[in-house]
């Protein structure tokens, strides 16, 4: 039987950060909803005004909530490496400090390229454009932040290449530290089907600190 749980999710009016409250409600967990104008009508969602940009606030929140996950699903336009790894430094800080999981669904340019692991996607112009090279970028500072953190329980999902608003189908492949991709070499999933993967990792953790799911095909 599932254990209920009580997430917070830091970016919950978000792309990712939306679709995974609504998971974790349908699977019957209590939700925190954090951001900076939380918003949500569900009574077993708590909405919290928080800028991940004070630690002062994130440790309330955190404290507050008595979540024993957080998801960590923020990020700005255009991108903002110093804002994601501060922010990132912060959750993981307080997170640890209260004994919490952090989950943070970060970038696929922090994974390996297919058929070439030296080198990564952020790096791989086959993957990511010129345009979003910062993005890629600021991605593996996020990784390489938790990585170097001393004391955080964290665990860092990769999303595909593209991740996009879609149907949920409940299934999705599984990867480590390598993009995935299709027979026809597309690497995407819906973010539907990547907050049922966060949710499946916060109710029965993997072995890997870094894993990358795609779509799977029915
Ligand atoms: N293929 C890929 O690699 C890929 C594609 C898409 C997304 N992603 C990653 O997935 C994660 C979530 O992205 P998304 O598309 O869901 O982002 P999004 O739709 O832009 O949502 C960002 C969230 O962050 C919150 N936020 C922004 N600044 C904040 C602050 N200072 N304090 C508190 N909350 C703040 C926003 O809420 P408020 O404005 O209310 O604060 C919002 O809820 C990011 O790490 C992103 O890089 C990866």
Redesign the pocket.
Known sequence: MRTRKTIAV??????????VVTEARARGHRVVA??????HDDPAVTPL??????PGAVRRALADSTAEAVV??????P?DRD??VT?TRTVLDEAAHLGIRVL???????LRSPGDPGLLVADNPAYVPPEVTT??A??VA?LRTCRTHAGADWVYL???????PGPRTGRYRRGTDTLLTDADGR??IS?ED?AVAVLDELENPGPDRHFTVAHRPG
């Open positions: 830091l970016g919950a009016t978000g792309m990712v950060g939306s679709r954090l951001s900076r104008k939380p918003a005004a928080v800028d991940v940009s004070d960590l699903a923020v990020r700005t336009f991108a804002f994601l922010a943070v669904t970060g970038g696929a340019g922090a993005t890629a600021a991605g996020q990769s999303p595909p290449a593209l991740l996009e690497s995407w973010a990547l």
